[in-house]
């Protein structure tokens, strides 16, 4: 890219420089690169002046803003409504990043442009934070919009039921109400950046078209402050294990792992709240067993992203080929020609039945594909998505290291083992001193409170526990002086008890104040973390109404729904109010930020 | 007192009569272990807090605290119970335990492998079966042990009498054993009423009581606070001559600390023995030294003031004065396998219980047979001193049936074993025990197959040598009255002690110190030779090497803690 900077105060050879830079990046680094000047003169430090100067110089102008709403839970969609932000800033187009959160959905009344960015999170519901505004549109008070012209993103994973239906409910909802579309709802699956970008050029392009001029491109500056490091999701970090220990004792069911990796040189920086993001590697074993059955061979070439490499690779690296989707069934059910296959993939629920504890060799086996070549076959697949894992240690105690605990899954359905990618991978083929790639995934809504004094209540069985390794090492750290008070589960005290040693230490030492814990399988009737809570209702309504923060993370199927019953049930009967209440009670902890959910 | 008073010592003085928190403890959900100080308490009700020692460096890396549980023992005056209380400890052993039972040199079971939650309950059970745990441990009289007498039964059952007698009469007394274990309501503290006896401070230390009926030893009465030592005259118990201050333990590298044989104090009549017992407690509770636990046993009490000051506390703490002592003659201090007939015409069987452990391997189902004989004994059940079990007062009709099942689960009756292997002893230590240094009850099978190549090698019959290993200095097999015994360094060492007579009267000294067991047997290969080559006949291979002047005849504590090579 090659831009004529002409009217810039820049000499000859200073112009010749930056366009000799700017022609080697690709757009992941323009992006960046213009986040990061914005950032810089919005620190107001100068030398940054060279990019926003000219844009000051078209300041007489006036136009309609486009606002960017993002939806967002664990950080995607704010990331993408960000670069669409700095986008825009580089097209010089006014427009504004907001939290759906911070939005009051009567302005919509007075906007001309609205893009939309929004994950779907638990079984199709709107991310915490979209969770107001969803409402909003979806209920009486909304009004019609017909001036305003809107696009939707729509973030999601094709292998859950409801894919990316947050997104389309918005979509519907605001046509709905009468507003019209600038650009057609792109719903991207969990690779998401080229379909993204493709979108935020289609919706700046209509925006541009329509009459969206910039005054100016620092107010989104602020919020594309980048990163440090020069590592990110698209260019991730090669870590070298450091430790990777079991934490389960002899005879449990289960098998967690304690992992330490070095960030060494990595300019990372996170804060506890924050996942690290691993690319995955699909087991050598099953991919040869797929070529096998398939007829072909690991050296068959084929292309991904414009390179030319090896079937084996593809399958190995690139491709997801444990987990099915709908798209790929129906697409599956083009290239076998089979009607069978094609009611199957229609029929929602029977199809999820089917591909449950299914996986692409299942497939391949039951339905041939004739004449199928290796680059038909990987174009099928989708991307095979990193794996998110919460951080288990603070910086400010372990620096240039970052400790995750990791639950093997394995299982076995239709009469085969089954083995989760990256966690096995983890336990099984990644000794100490092995690297793989990492990049963290910053979570701005599960933070430790600013104020250290405040109290906590961290709710975290089996894995969900991690984050809270971490906010104690933090808390430790800051000599925080809030109450603390962790609620653990596991199947069974004496093998499952992840991290004992370190809790028992943090009560010995008066930094953790209260320690509950409830083992499922101990005794003959099960026990929960929300029993836990519910047998505390009266601590935990004091320690609320002391203005605790309540912090939930792990299982989202079964347990933090549970939870989230005992809590408006202990609030409804400490509190004395109906449950209508009790309900909005939680959702105002919500919006204040002390009620805070990470759950997977 | 300007002597400040060691940490256990305040612990027990505070504790508001054994309470502690231990309840608090018990229902704390996160750890298995209870506080530090709470685990000195928990001693004087019978459980000692322990932990899986091969797991504790892989728990470690696991993040997980060690595998906490807990030890209990019983209070079995005599080592009598009846068939229904066996059947009733070995479900125990499944539904609370590590699904064994142990047998103790002090004639009583301990469990392992009890965890913190299951507390409340095994004391229930326990106490469901008319028994308990009260002053198992702790610094109180410990549990009665008497001689187990097979042949002659009337003397057996008056001794035992005297051993509930006594041990009832020092049973500590607070109701914090009720409150904790068995969830009765915290009764209104009575103070020192809640403790007639012991008072607040209980005693400085352990104490411990012994009953022997010459000629037997079995209980090695030596090695007791307090031995009693029966006069019998047509077969009628008149008295006992006492002896006092006997004890084993040692700590390596400490002179001032030394294994000690009772000294004859004098004789008591019968009528008085439970008084006296008292009397002397009490000379202990009120003298002893608490300052310093290495130096509290009643032992160093003794040569601390010197007999003449004992003998004056005693008629004054009793009443009266001690008379001269009967004469006697101990022959032995092992038992007797194999069937005896009782003077009452019942039939008493002596089994060999290798190293007290009462449990289902693949070595043997020693549980199962046990249980399987006590469904059908209609009389009682006796432990010996020595870690093995008399089926005792089977009437003849009976006996078939018994011996079938001994036949079954290859028994051994004393026709299995070789007597050096009968007359071998060893505590505990690994995994359990947190005081071991080296193996000794895993140890001990392996030790004696190598003494028995050893002897043959050099041309002996495997006759009966008094064998004992312990773990650590502490003594719990009584090693020092051991004609050969080991006792634990470190993994794999040991302090090698030889020159023990065979009847619990003369102790042995140390011969070579931290040596492996290679050099264990390299150094007794040529005395066996010796032994072979110019014993006496009948002569003990103790004796036989005092005799030949390879140890001294004399004791003195230094001898314990300087090796002779
Ligand atoms: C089970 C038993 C050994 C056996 O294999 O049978 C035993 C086992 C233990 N003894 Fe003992 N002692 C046992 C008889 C003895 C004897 C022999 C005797 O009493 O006839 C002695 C030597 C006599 C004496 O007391 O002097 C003995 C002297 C000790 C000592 C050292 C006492 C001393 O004053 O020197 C300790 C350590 C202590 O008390 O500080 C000790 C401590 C222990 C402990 C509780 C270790 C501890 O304190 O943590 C051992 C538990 C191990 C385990 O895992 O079970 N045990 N202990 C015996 C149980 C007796 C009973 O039923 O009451
Ligand atoms: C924000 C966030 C934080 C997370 N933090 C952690 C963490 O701290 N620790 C942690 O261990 N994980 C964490 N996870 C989950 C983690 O990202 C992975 O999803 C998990 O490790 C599984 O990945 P995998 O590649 O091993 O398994 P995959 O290859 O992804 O396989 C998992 C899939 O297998 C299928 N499956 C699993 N079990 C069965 C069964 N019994 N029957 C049928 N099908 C089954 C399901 O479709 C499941 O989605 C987190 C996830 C998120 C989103
Ligand atoms: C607990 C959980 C539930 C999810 N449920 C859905 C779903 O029902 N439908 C869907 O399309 N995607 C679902 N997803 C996938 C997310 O929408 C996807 O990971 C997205 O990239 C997250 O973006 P965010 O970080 O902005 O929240 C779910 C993810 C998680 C962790
Ligand atoms: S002798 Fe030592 S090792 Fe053996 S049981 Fe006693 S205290 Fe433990």
């Known amino acids: 890219m090659v831009i004529d900077l002409s009217s810039s105060p820049l000499t000859e050879d200073q112009q010749q420089h930056l366009n000799s830079i700017l022609s080697g990046l690709n757009t992941d680094q323009v992006f960046w690169l213009s986040g990061y000047l914005a950032g ?16 000051v110089s078209v300041a007489a102008q006036t136009g309609p803003e486009l606002t960017i709403l993002f939806g967002s839970q664990t950080g995607n969609a704010e990331g993408i409504a960000e670069q669409m932000a700095a986008r825009a800033a580089e097209k010089g187009l006014l427009a504004k990043i907001v939290d759906m959160a ?118 989104t500056a602020t919020a594309a402050v980048p990163q440090a490091s020069a590592y990110h999701r698209k260019n991730p970090f090669r870590a070298t294990i450091l430790t990777n220990q079991v934490l389960n004792g002899r005879g449990s069911d289960k098998e967690v792992r304690h992992i330490e990796l070095s960030l060494e040189d990595s300019g990372f920086q996170y804060k506890p709240g924050d996942s690290v993001g691993i690319y995955a ?29 090896p079937l084996f690779d593809a399958l190995t690296h690139h491709r997801e080929i444990t987990l099915l989707t709908p798209p790929l069934m129906k697409q599956w059910a083009e290239l076998v020609g089979s009607d069978e296959l094609r009611a199957l993939a229609d029929d929602s629920t029977e199809l999820r039945a089917w591909m449950t504890g299914r996986d692409l060799l299942d497939l391949v086996r039951q339905w041939p594909v004739p004449e199928l070549t290796p680059q038909v076959l990987v174009n099928t697949l989708r991307k095979l998505p990193p794996r998110l894992y919460s ?50 995934d910053s979570n701005k809504n599960f933070v430790l409170p600013e104020n250290d004094a405040q109290p906590i209540i961290m709710i975290g069985p089996g894995t969900g526990v991690a984050p809270f390794r971490a906010f104690l090492q933090e808390r430790e750290e800051r000599d925080a002086s809030g109450p603390n008070w962790l609620i653990f589960g596991a199947q069974h005290f004496r093998t499952d008890f992840l991290y004992q040693t370190e809790w028992l230490k943090w009560r010995r030492d008066g930094l953790l104040t209260r320690l509950d814990v409830a083992f499922s399988r101990d005794q003959e009737t099960k026990r929960y973390v929300q029993h836990c809570l519910r047998e505390r209702a009266a601590e935990v309504w004091a320690w609320l109404e002391k203005g605790a923060s309540l912090y939930v993370c792990g299982d989202a199927d079964k347990m933090a729904p549970d939870v989230n019953e005992a809590l408006l049930d202990i609030v409804s009967e400490q509190g004395k109010m109906t449950r209508d209440k009790a309900e909005d009670y939680l959702r105002q902890l919500n919006r204040d930020k002390r009620y805070q959910r990470d759950v997977y | 007192m300007t002597e400040k008073l060691p940490e256990a010592e305040l612990i027990k003085q505070q504790s508001n009569y054994l309470r502690g928190t231990i309840l608090e403890g018990l229902a704390d959900r996160a750890t298995g272990a209870l506080s530090e100080d709470d685990t000195k308490l928990t001693k004087f009700h019978g459980t000692y807090q322990q932990d899986d020692r091969d797991l504790r460096d892989e728990r470690r890396r696991q993040k997980l605290e060690p595998i906490y549980q807990f030890m209990v023992r019983l209070r079995l005056p005599g080592g009598v119970l009846t068939s229904e209380q066996w059947l ?31 507390m409340q309950e095994f004391m229930q059970k326990v106490a469901a079966l008319g028994l308990d745990t009260r ?124 294994p000690r044989l009772a000294t004859m104090a004098g004789y008591v009549p019968k009528e008085q023995i439970v008084d006296a017992c008292q009397a002397i407690c009490a000379i202990q509770r009120d003298f002893g030294v608490r300052t310093n636990r290495a130096h509290a046993r009643f032992k160093y009490t003794i040569d601390d003031h010197g007999m003449d000051w004992f003998r004056e506390k005693f008629a004054e703490y009793h009443g009266h004065e001690f008379e001269r002592p009967r004469s006697f003659s101990l022959t032995s201090n092992g038992d007797r396998f194999g069937w005896v007939e009782g003077d009452d015409g019942n039939q008493h069987l002596t089994l060999l219980i290798p190293t007290g452990r009462v449990a289902d391997t693949d070595r043997g189902q020693t549980r199962t047979a046990l249980r399987k004989i006590a469904e059908i004994h209609k009389g009682s059940f006796r432990i010996t001193c020595n870690q093995n079990l008399i089926i005792a007062n089977v009437p003849p009709e009976q006996k078939a049936a018994i011996d079938a099942i001994v036949e079954e689960y290859k028994l051994d009756a004393g026709n299995r074993s070789t007597p050096v292997r009968q007359h071998s002893m060893a505590c505990v230590a690994f995994p359990t025990c947190g005081l071991a240094m080296a193996e000794s009850e895993r140890f001990l099978p392996e030790f004696v197959d190598q003494i028995e190549r050893t002897m043959e090698d050099e041309g002996l019959e495997p006759d009966a040598i008094n064998i004992r290993v312990t773990g650590c200095p502490n003594g719990c097999a009584r ?72 140890v001294e005849q004399e004791r003195t504590p230094a001898m314990m803690h300087q090796p002779l090579k």
């Open chain 1, 40 to 55: 810089r003169c919005a620190a107001g430090i100068p030398g940054a002046q060279v990019i926003a100067a000219p844009v």
């Open chain 2, 479 to 550: 090693p020092y009255l051991g004609e050969i015994a080991l006792t634990g360094k470190a993994i794999g060492r040991y302090n090698l002690y030889l020159g023990a007579d065979f009847s619990g009267q003369r102790m042995n000294r140390l011969y070579r110190e931290n040596i492996d067991v290679d050099t264990i047997l390299a150094e007794l290969r040529p005395l066996f030779r010796a032994y072979h080559e110019t014993r006496k006949s009948g002569e003990y291979f103790g004796d036989f090497l005092v005799r030949t002047g390879i």
């Open chain 2, 135 to 258: 002053g198992a441990c702790g610094d109180v009289n410990r549990n009665v042990i008497s001689n187990v007498n097979p042949h002659r039964s009337h003397l057996h059952n008056e001794i035992h009498e005297l051993s509930l007698a006594i041990s009832d009469r020092l049973r500590w007394r607070s109701a914090a054993y009720a409150e904790i274990w068995l969830g009765d309501e915290c009764v209104q503290k009575l103070g020192e009423e809640e403790e007639p006896f012991y008072g607040h401070k209980y005693l400085p230390r352990k104490f411990k009581i012994a009953l022997a009926v010459p000629p037997e030893n079995d209980c090695d009465v030596f090695a007791n606070d307090i031995g009693l030592i029966a006069i019998v005259e047509d077969s009628q118990i008149l008295g006992f001559n006492v002896v006092v201050g006997g004890g084993m333990g040692l700590t390596y590298g400490d002179p001032a600390t030394y």
């Open chain 1, 102 to 219: 911070d939005y009051k959905p009567k302005q919509l009344k007075n906007e001309q442009f609205v893009a939309i960015v929004t994950s779907t999170q638990g079984e199709g519901d709107p991310p915490d934070n979209a969770m107001d505004f969803y409402e909003f549109l979806h209920g009486k008070k909304a009004s019609p919009i017909k001036q305003l012209r809107y696009s939707v993103l729509g973030l999601g994973d094709s292998s859950y039921e409801h894919f990316c239906k947050t997104g389309k409910d918005f979509d519907q909802a605001l046509a709905g109400l009468g507003a019209s579309a600038l650009a057609a709802r792109a719903d991207c699956d969990v690779d998401y950046d080229d379909l993204a970008q493709e979108w935020i050029e289609r919706v700046l392009e209509a925006v541009a078209l329509e009459g969206g001029v910039s005054q100016s491109a620092t107010q």
């Open chain 1, 281 to 309: 590697e699909n087991n050598p074993v099953l991919v040869a067993e797929l070529l096998e059955t398939l007829g072909f061979t690991e050296g068959q070439q084929v292309t991904e992203d414009g390179q030319s490499i």
């Open chain 1, 391 to 440: 951080i288990s240690s603070s910086q400010a105690s372990v620096d240039d290291e970052v400790h995750i605990t990791v639950a093997a899954v394995r299982y076995h359905s239709h009469d085969r083992d089954r083995e989760g990618v990256v966690s096995t991978w983890l336990a099984d083929r990644l000794p100490e001193g092995a690297e793989v790639s990492v990049y963290i």
């Open chain 2, 88 to 118: 009733g400890l070995d479900r125990i052993a499944d539904e609370c335990a590590n699904s064994t039972l142990r047998l103790t040199t002090r004639q009583t079971f301990q469990f392992h492998g009890v965890f913190k939650e299951k």
